[in-house]
Nanobody, 133 residues
Framework: QVLLVESGGGLVQAGGSLRLSCAASGRILSQYTMGWFRQTPGKAREFVAAIDGAISRTGDITDYADSMKGRFTISRDSAKNTVYLQMNSLKAEDTAAYFC??????????????????????WGQGAQVTVSS
């Protein structure tokens, strides 16, 4: 069993930054693929970013939704069993509940299943991010 707890959400002005954390307990996250998703009322969860459970010779394997590339960065601190989402240049349309997710079987170099919420087994409770314009 993996328990995920997000933190770091809040209210920020457009153009500002926030860093979300996703702390895990119950299992070591270093070999799990981790994803960040976001959701607004009445809409499905949207893929934000993912980091592979395997580290390549060139470093972490990551991917982002197109609208987040260059603004968001996903990273992992294995010693703290925590995954982060650094969000810069925030826009009003980034306002959403942000969720982290984990799965042992997903790999970013195999297919694009990691972009789908239904592919993840474990989920956090979510952290609200509100960006004021």
């Amino acid at each position: 069993q993996v328990l995920l707890v997000e933190s770091g959400g809040g209210l920020v002005q457009a153009g500002g930054s926030l860093r979300l954390s996703c702390a895990a307990s119950g299992r070591i996250l270093s070999q799990y693929t981790m994803g960040w998703f976001r959701q607004t009322p009445g809409k499905a969860r949207e893929f934000v970013a993912a980091i592979d459970g395997a580290i390549s010779r060139t470093g972490d394997i990551t991917d982002y939704a197109d609208s987040m590339k260059g603004r968001f960065t996903i990273s992992r601190d294995s010693a703290k069993n925590t995954v982060y989402l650094q969000m810069n240049s925030l826009k009003a349309e980034d306002t959403a509940a942000y969720f982290c997710a984990a799965d042992w079987n997903l790999r970013l170099d195999s297919n694009t299943n990691y972009k789908y919420a239904g592919a993840y087994r474990y989920w956090g409770q979510g952290a609200q991010v509100t960006v004021s314009s």
